[in-house]
């Protein structure tokens, strides 16, 4: 089993910026890829960013490409999601998430999630 600790959520003007963490911990050498998810109120989860765990391969949403940076530090197992730019529509609960399938940096598939943190963008 993984863990997964999200933190560095908290509000920020339109235009601001905000680094969000994510801490793994448990069995962590079998994670092939991490990710972050959010979820504002009455939409449902969507994907944001993803990142390879191996070769550090990214992949971004169109909604925040050019804005969002995800990034890893393997000695750390941990993640993070340097988020510039920021739009009242960037407002969410963002979620760190992990896999342990091999596909799953192509498939969007995730096994592990953490308790989430709340982003609000303020107009």
């Known amino acids: 089993q993984v863990q997964l600790v999200e933190s560095g959520g908290g509000l920020v003007q339109a235009g601001g910026s905000l680094r969000l963490s994510c801490a793994a911990s448990?069995?962590?050498?079998?994670?092939?890829?991490m990710a972050w998810f959010r979820q504002a109120p009455g939409k449902e989860r969507e994907f944001a960013a993803a990142i390879s765990w191996n070769d550090g391969s990214t992949d971004y949403a169109d909604s925040v490409k050019g804005r969002f940076t995800i990034s890893r530090d393997n000695a750390k197992n941990t993640m993070y999601l340097q988020m510039n730019s920021l739009k009242p529509e960037d407002t969410a609960v963002y979620y760190c998430a992990a896999s342990a399938r091999v596909m799953a940096f192509v498939s969007r598939r995730y096994d592990y999630w953490g308790q989430g943190t709340q982003v609000t963008v303020s107009s």
């Open positions: 448990g069995r962590t050498f079998s994670m092939y890829a």
